[in-house]
């Protein structure tokens, strides 16, 4: 059984950075893809970043150029650096994954994946 586990989270002023990780426990073998996610309180889920199965990545308009995508394989890690945080990022941000092969894009779709962490919340003052 695959388990997601973020951290990282947490309050910053507008303008400032955080950076969130995602530690994935119960994976047998690579590649995989992993994104992340973010809701607010009874709205749907939208996708943030995402890495394929070979590597290329993929944001969403909001975050491009503020936010980095990174994953260490060996160590079974997804980062999320965010820059230039806006209150508008201010949501409970998902840690996302599933098992794929090179060929797999990146996606933002959160029906393309399987496993979820807990969330961490970001929040951003202004």
Known sequence: QVQLVESGGGSVQAGGSLRL????FGYTYSPY?????RQAPGKE?????AIGGDGNTRYADS????????????KNTLSLQMDSLK???????????RY????????LRQ?????WG???QVTVSS
């Open 21 to 24: 990780s995602c530690a994935a």
């Open 33 to 37: 893809c992993m994104a992340w996610f």
């Open 45 to 49: 889920r939208e996708g943030v970043a």
């Open 63 to 74: 975050v491009k150029g503020r936010f980095t995508i990174s994953r260490d394989n060996a």
């Open 87 to 97: 209150s508008e990022d201010s949501f409970m941000y998902y840690c996302a994954a």
């Open 100 to 107: 794929c092969t090179v060929y797999f894009a990146a996606s």
């Open 111 to 115: 029906s393309d994946y399987n496993y």
């Open 118 to 120: 807990q969330g961490t």
